[in-house]
């Protein structure tokens, strides 16, 4: 079992910042991963970003240029720098985790840990 707490959601105007944190326990990979995923009411959950334990990015078109995902493998922490926020980046943000590390996916059901999400709210 792996444990994902997320951390860092908030309301901001647009054009404003914010860096949600995951912390990751329990049995977790020595190679994974790791991905943040979004869901906005009444749509469906869409993929963020990926970063696996070596290191490699991947990133949905709608947040290129303005988030970045990163890593503390030592603390077992993942990070996502929001910049630029947009109001249609307002959603309920989670974590995942799976040991597929070379897939670098940006669909949900690749993913076999998530946290229970933090919320973040973009006002225009």
């Known amino acids: 079992q792996v444990q994902l707490v997320e951390s860092g959601g908030g309301s901001v105007q647009s054009g404003g910042s914010l860096r949600l944190s995951c912390a990751a326990s329990?049995?977790?990979?020595?190679?994974?991963?790791m991905g943040w995923f979004r869901r906005a009411p009444g749509k469906e959950r869409e993929g963020v970003a990926v970063?696996?334990?070596?290191?490699?990015?991947n990133y949905a078109d709608s947040v290129k240029g303005r988030f970045t995902i990163s890593q503390d493998s030592a603390k077992k922490t993942f990070y996502l720098q929001m910049n630029s926020l947009k109001p249609e980046d307002t959603a309920m943000y989670y974590c995942?985790?799976?040991?597929?590390?070379?897939?670098?996916?940006?669909?949900?059901?690749?993913?076999?840990?998530w946290g229970q999400g933090t919320q973040v709210t973009v006002s225009s």
């Open positions: 995942a985790i799976s040991p597929r590390w070379w897939l670098l996916s940006l669909r949900g059901y690749d993913y076999t840990y």
């Open positions: 329990g049995n977790t990979y020595s190679t994974y991963c």
């Open positions: 970063i696996n334990s070596s290191g490699t990015t």
